[in-house]
């Protein structure tokens, strides 16, 4: 059995590219994907854990983990479509309407 | 037997003719020909004469018991439960017509006299303008007045007395661009008010105490269930729930008088009379003499059953009648306008009726009602014939010798003279006689001012025909060239009133031989009222030597009166001008009308203008002033307070809410930069911050699975 520590490396990596994505990037859907990144870190996380512990409950918090992030492309990606028709750009920074 | 025929079924037509003719023309008759208006309004007023005629001639034919034709046309007015003697009653005002011989001598003067004057109007008024506008009036005027005589209830004959009013009123104003026409027309209608104010009250009263407005139920077919104010009166009176002498009586009694001063110019309410003249001769003839000042002495004679109960109404009538006799007589002595003269006349006259009324003669009041008509018709048509001779001039200063210039008008026009100074065996001395006669039997003291005014009535009548007929010409000489005779149309009126003026008196004849006047025998049943039991018959003391003397007494005052004239008009003319200088004051109130209009004018008719005055300036300065612009500058002031609480309070809280919540607002603002990655950035610090805090016990787990 492979150590722990391998995993979580991983993950943590993982999750390092997703929040440097997340942070750094000005498209909108790039952020999207990088939060899907980060998503799936908690994920292998959670199935090591679970393999370790010999408890199913992280394997099915990952599926349910999956579930949401569909949903959340989904819904995102709908905003996203919807704002470039009203304003032609995915950029985030040009998302400024509500600026004080 | 009841009285039955054509005429009194279609009594209700008399006054219908003229009303039919009277609307054709105020509504068409500008564009119909003078011949026409003649031929309408003339020939209508005929048709009412040959009817009145006719019903008068089928009422005589009947015993004098049953003299009485009503005639309901329909019930009127109809209001319904009134409150009035014990508890409610069912009041009703029929539209109808009663023919009594009351009514049967008023009808007859009016539509007899009225054509005459009809038929005069048309030469009088043949080159004036409003042709047709005239005798429309005339006759609205004619329907009015025979509605007045012919109702058969006190409502009706009021709607008649208004009607009159109304006439008078338009007619006095005939010639309305003259201010002093229009003034008198309005000064007739205002005076009239006041007394019309009292016969409403007088009939709201005879409302509420006998439960019905209808004179009499007689000869209708069911009087039991609604009987008129006489049946009620003798029922009450028989069941002693009213007294000789009532309080309610008198009330009633006054009220009515109050009308009647109106209408017949007695004191105090005449003044508007004189003014009247500035109408139309003929309607001075036919309202202001004849007919419409008479309604007065009617209403009363008609409602005699209830002023023979009222002993203090009676008398009070009977002092009116005597004082405005005397006054007015006076008034006339100093008068230069040969209207005037005759107005004055005629208020004295109708005082002589209402002494006759106050006496208990009723129908001694209607009898000279009835040859007054006749000679004071004749006496104004008469002076209408010499203004129309002379071009217009009133002025009897300036007439004179006229005698033998027109001698169709002056010859009647002595007839009506010697009428009304009461010569026999002319109509005047009858009448006057009997009143005098009446007079002398109730008060001494009455009969005297009676006696004094005849006196006084033969001078100032013999004053004006001496000015006006004899003597020598005083006519301005461009006029003289165009005196000229009357057409036929006013000569032939003037001839049949001459007539009548001599013979109208004749029915008293049989008094010489002791016997009663035919026409006070024919009128007894209409004016008999409720006889009392036992106390008020008095027993008449005829004494045919006392009749006599009263008479020759009569005479003898009205020679007197014409040999004063005769002396200081005509024997030496310059006379009555010393006369005057000798006693200057005695002359100035006479010919100042003893200042009564100034004193009206003085006493009332200024305080109102003042009030009004008054009232003006409290509307201006008060209402307006203070109410109006105040309450405006009120509500500015409001509003500037207002405004300065809403700019400065609700503004300025609303205002410091959102300046505050601004200044709460700039550190939390200071992370809202709107650059997502910034919020990217906070999350993970925040995450790192949570790590960094929970790190051992991290480690702890981490080293646990180990």
Redesign the interface.
Known sequence: MMP?GYYLFLSMALFLIG?IG???R?N?IV?LMSIELILNAANINLVAFSR?FGDAAGQVFALFIIADAAAEAAVGLGIIIAFFRNRETVL??E??L??? | MTPSGYFLEHLWLIPLFPLVTAALMLLIGRQLPKAAVSFFCVGSVFLSFVHAAGAVYQLLAVSPENRVYQQILFEWITPGAMPGPGGLFNFVADWGYLLDPLSCVMVLVVTGVGFLIHVYSIGYMGHEGGYYRFFGYMNLFMFSMLTLVLANNLLLLFVGWEGVGLCSYLLIGFYFLKKSASDAGKKAFIVNRIGDTGFLLGMFLVATTFGTVRFTSQMLSDPVAFPGILETLRTMVDHKDLLYGAPVLTGIALLLFVGATGKSAQLPLYVWLPDAMEGPTPVSALIHAATMVTAGVYMVARMSAIYQLAPVAMDVVAIVGATTAIFAATMAVAQNDIKKVLAYSTISQLGYMFLALGVGAFSAGIFHLMTHAFFKALLFLGAGSVIHALSGEQDLRKMGGLRNAIPATSVPFLIATLAIAGIPPLAGFFSKDEILGHSFDRFLFLWAIGLITAGITAFYMFRLLFLAFYGRSRVATELEEHIHESPKSMTVPLTILAFLSICGGWFALPIFWGENNTFDTFLEPALRGVPLSAAAAEVEQHSLLKDYLLMLASVGIAALGIWLAYRLYLQHPKLHAKVAAAWPRVYNLLANKYYVDEIYDALFVNRIKDLSTAFGVVDAKLIDGVGVDGAGWLARVISRISIWWDKWVIDGLVNLAGKITNGVSVPV?MF?T????SY??LI?LGLAILLGYYGHHMHMIVRN?R
Do not use: C, N, P, Y
Request: charged content about 25%.
């Open positions: 722990i929040a997340v942070v750094t000005r909108v952020v370790i985030e920074d998302m400024d509500l600026k004080w | 603002r809202q709107g650059v997502f990655s990217a950035v993970l699975l």
